[in-house]
């Protein structure tokens, strides 16, 4: 099970001031175990990695292996949590490169998380000679960006197989019972996966939602299910050893003295959208009622040569949570040379995870020097264990985390203001009133 250690906090906060939190963070834990704070109804999540539906489990499998016999190219279209995770974990595992390398597994490209007409016209361009599937995820089948993605890349799929084998290679995760894509799915005759009602976007990664793409790029799901059930088990624990208290205790206790920006930092560059990920988890989860601490992620070693002067030396109010790996996913060895020109070959027969390691430690103690409290969430190997690990660990601190701010972890009315405007200026029904008083703001 992976572990956090706080060690890197100790010059920034006393011991009375975790003590203080310390009670906060029981009491939040204690609320979100017994299930009876605000946002209850969608806790589904707490108990997913033992609960899950097995029969749907089993359909996504055998979806899974019908669009790799018959494509080439799986198109996502799903925006925020329906995209994010799935991309987060396909990275992760499979490698940033997955689309570019060659495989048996089809290439997996998201599309219906922007509105951008140079983005979708180069997704057209990548399927243009390529056999293709589609799994649209929307709960509701309205949301602007992936309802016009799906619109337009339904009538490509329809134009080119014709409307009976179109459906048959469009998949549908979906509200169980209603909304216009599961009217949609059920009046064309697309297999549908669900949505739970007790689940939010942010904290579906393990349902169909994050489950089907993944198995499609050849993802060990049910090595990732069984990494979260440990992570589940682990962190249901009343007690201060709980990695989730542990992680989220420091971070708020940082808070109050201040820190109100967490950077999450990682040294391998397929962990990327796990960062991308965890922006939304915590951004959406935690940022009402003028509270929270503002999520940011940034790749070392890399962005030390472009944010690391701030980091070093830039307004005191960060920290730094820093997510490492005690083993990589393979190692290069540097060689010796001849003629130390480039006078590395002080480095010559050690592993590029035994250097990278250093430079993490290096840079911990660089910035904790120059005033940056560090966590650091010590994991295993980057496979689909630790990645069911991770991401249950990540959502479980998180709820504990927003209920020891005050808030409501499990909404999101903010999400809601720039779509009204949105519509209202495009020039939706129902919405002339508030059309006329933006434009003349505008």
Not at 44 to 53: A, C, H, K
Not at 255 to 267: D, T
Not at 283 to 301: N, V
Request: hydrophobic share 40%; aromatic share 10%; net charge negative.
């Amino acid at each position: 099970m992976l572990s956090v250690s706080l060690d890197g906090i100790k010059p920034f906060v006393s011991e009375s001031d975790m003590n203080e939190v310390y009670y906060d963070i029981e009491k939040a834990h204690k609320t979100l175990a017994e299930q009876n704070g605000a946002g209850n109804e969608f806790l589904g999540w707490i108990d997913l990695p033992r609960d899950y539906d097995k029969d749907e489990l089993a359909r996504i499998k055998s979806a899974a292996v019908r669009i790799q016999k018959d494509s080439q190219v799986l198109l996502v279209i799903g925006i925020g949590g329906s995209y994010l995770g799935a991309r987060a974990a396909i990275e992760f595992i499979k490698s940033p490169f997955y689309n570019q390398k060659k495989k048996a597994t089809p290439d997996v490209l998201f599309v219906g998380n922007n509105l951008s007409p140079a983005y979708i016209s180069d997704i057209l361009e990548l399927i243009k000679d390529r056999d293709f599937s589609i799994n649209v995820i929307s709960k509701s089948g309205t949301t602007t960006e992936p309802a016009i993605a799906f619109r337009l890349f339904k009538n490509e799929i329809e134009k080119r197989y014709g409307v009976s084998e179109a459906a048959r290679r469009i998949y549908a995760t979906t509200d169980r019972s209603r909304g216009v894509l599961k009217q949609v799915a059920e009046a064309q005759g697309y297999e549908t996966f669900v949505v739970p009602d007790d689940i939010g976007g942010r904290f579906s990664v393990l349902t169909a939602v994050g489950l089907l793409p993944c198995a499609v790029a050849g993802l060990d799901i049910d090595a990732t299910l069984e990494g979260a059930r440990e992570a589940m088990e682990a962190c249901a624990a009343m007690s201060g050893t709980n990695p989730a208290r542990v992680y989220a205790m420091g971070r708020n206790a940082l808070y109050r003295k201040g820190y109100n920006v967490e950077v999450l930092a990682y040294y391998e560059p397929n962990f990327r959208f796990m960062g991308e990920w965890w922006k939304q988890l915590y951004g959406e989860s935690e940022g009402k009622e003028r509270k929270g601490i503002f999520p940011a992620s940034i790749e070392l070693t890399a962005d030390l040569h472009s944010m690391g002067q701030y980091l070093q030396d830039g307004e005191r109010k960060l920290l730094e949570t820093v997510v490492t790996f005690d083993r990589p996913i393979k190692d290069i060895i540097i060689p010796a040379q001849e003629n130390d020109g480039d006078g590395l070959n002080f480095l010559a027969g050690q592993g590029l995870h035994s250097i990278n390691a250093q430079a993490f430690k290096g840079t911990m103690l660089a910035h904790i020097d120059g005033g940056v409290p560090n966590i650091e969430i010590a994991c295993g190997a980057p496979n689909e264990h630790t990645l069911g690990q991770l991401i249950y660990f990540f959502e479980l601190a998180c709820g504990i985390s927003g209920y020891t701010l005050g808030v409501n972890p499990f909404d999101q009315p903010g999400v809601e203001e720039y779509k009204i405007n949105m519509f209202a200026l495009l020039g939706k029904k129902g919405y002339e009133e508030k059309r006329e008083e933006l434009l003349k703001r505008l």
